[in-house]
């Protein structure tokens, strides 16, 4: 392989039996352990986005800074995990998806171990950024393995069963950030990923086979993953920091980002070995239900990061019955999994998407207006059933689009694109409550998210019908 001039002598594989896996004899492959582990690595690296949502509060008091500024713990996080996720993918296609996901598991729990124990906000933010390109490593790998193994229209079905094991986490995500920060403190939040990491190591250690694609070049594009990756920060420091900055500063940051991102395509054009092969673009649908599914996954990432202020700050609930609250929007969220995967194998993805994205709206517009709990209940309900249920249709739509072979490099591009948009999203929304009372900016960011959601995601279901 080669890594900025640097080279390594490739091991010699054996011929691939189906997408590059390689044979491992004459048995079939362990699906149901290869579902089970993907799985396990799925809970460990969505757990703590509740989690840590719900411990804002309590870990921006205890470090002496606003609950706002601390949204880089969540959009840091968010915006690594996006920068990872192709080179993750990448690396898994070359090395062997089973060995960089391992690698990417032990980044993730040593992160979380750091972020627990800082002793101030940047160094938690720092660590929070490094555990997120560890699971940016993890999170498409986890799906490659499962497109893997599973031939056709099954792996649809099982990458819904995935999610749908893995949103365990979303349930008990509240829970952890609301109960565990109230009654031991937000520390143990990130601490629990230590443990929970070092079970899905095993699993994939011992129920993985390995599997990689020996059709791609073996190198990396360092210069065209620099590019991105500083495109990506400068254009969310600019919209988190449009307040801060003397007036021309965050435009012209904003700029400068866009610019380093024509320039990651331009390179990607012509480079022997390029970080993403945009050839997947040439395909409208792929193009399409792309950003269909970051739509989705902006409109729910902020629906839970406003409403975890909200319930707090605004109507003064502690950070267990915040939890229990923003459980609502979590259950239905792992229900959505297999729901997803089984419509898929009878309707199509784009008008799935879009009519999910259309009750996931229609959810958080009743959020928007507050009221007693109960409908505040339903309408989060509703908003995680809609919004994660699009979500997943995105990716186990674009998995099917795909050679298999290709699984790893087209699972991260469509993640990379899902987590950009949202941590982007995350610190616009951030500004945007500061800037007036918080729960008219609360409420109003609301709206605005449901609305945007709506309008957007039906142009791009009539886009569809014609591509």
């Known amino acids: 392989m080669v890594i900025s001039g640097v080279s390594f002598r490739p091991r010699h594989h054996r011929r691939p039996d189906r997408g590059g896996t390689e044979a491992g004899g004459t048995a079939p492959p362990r699906r149901n352990l290869t579902l089970i582990a993907a799985s396990l690595c799925i809970f460990v690296v ?5 989690a840590l949502n719900l411990a804002l509060p309590a870990m921006a008091a205890e470090l002496g800074t606003s609950t706002t500024d601390l949204q880089w713990v969540v959009s840091g996080y968010i915006l690594a995990q996006a920068a990872f996720l192709v080179p993750g993918g990448k690396l898994g296609d070359i090395l062997g998806r089973k060995r960089v996901l391992l690698a990417g598991l032990v980044v993730f729990g040593v992160a979380s171990l750091g972020a627990g124990l800082a002793p101030t906000a940047p160094v938690v933010i720092a ?12 999170y498409p790998l986890a799906f490659a393995v499962i497109t893997d193994v599973f031939p056709g229209r099954q792996a649809k079905r099982a990458i819904g069963n995935a999610y749908g094991i893995g949103a365990v986490s979303l349930a008990l995500g509240p ?4 109960g565990v920060t109230e ?3 937000w520390r143990s939040v990130l601490l629990v990923n230590l443990p929970l990491s070092v079970v899905a190591l095993a699993a994939v250690a011992g129920w993985l086979r390995e599997s990689r ?3 791609v070049p073996r190198s990396i594009d360092l210069p065209g993953l620099v590019a991105v990756v500083l ?9 988190d920091r449009v307040r801060a900055w003397p007036p021309a500063a965050p435009p012209a940051l904003a700029v400068g980002g866009l610019l380093l991102l024509a320039v990651f395509v331009l390179r990607e054009q012509r480079t022997t070995n390029p970080l993403v092969r945009l050839d997947l673009f040439h395909d409208r649908r792929y193009v399409i239900v792309t950003l269909m599914g970051m739509i989705a996954n902006i409109a729910f990432v902020v629906a839970v990061f406003a409403t975890t202020i909200h319930l707090q700050q605004v109507r003064d609930y502690s950070p267990f019955v915040a939890g229990v609250a923003v459980l609502a929007a979590s259950i239905s969220g792992g229900v959505s999994g297999p729901l997803a995967g089984r419509l898929s194998e009878r309707l199509g993805v784009p008008l799935l998407i879009a009519t999910a994205t259309m009750v996931g709206a229609c959810g958080l ?5 507050g009221g007693d709990l109960g409908p505040y209940l339903l309408g989060l309900a509703v908003t995680g059933l809609g919004y994660r249920t699009g979500f997943t249709l995105t990716n186990l739509g674009t998995q099917a689009m795909v050679p298999a072979e290709r699984a790893g ?7 990379a694109v899902l987590l950009t948009g949202s941590g982007i999203a995350v610190a616009a929304a951030g500004t945007l409550i500061e800037q007036s009372d918080l729960a008219v900016a609360v409420t109003r960011v609301l709206l605005g998210t449901a609305a945007g959601s709506a309008v957007a995601v039906a142009l791009l279901a009539g886009a569809s019908r014609r591509a």
Do not use: K, N
Request: overall charge negative; cysteine-free.
């Open 46 to 50: 969505q757990l703590d986005f509740y």
């Open 127 to 138: 660590f929070r950024i490094v555990q997120g390109g560890g699971a940016g490593i993890v």
């Open 175 to 178: 829970l952890l950030g609301g």
């Open 183 to 185: 009654l031991i403190g």
């Open 213 to 215: 694609d020996p059709t």
């Open 231 to 239: 495109a990506i920060a400068a254009v969310t420091i600019a919209v």
């Open 365 to 369: 517009l009743v959020v928007s207006f």
């Open 409 to 415: 490099e087209a699972s991260g591009v469509t993640l």
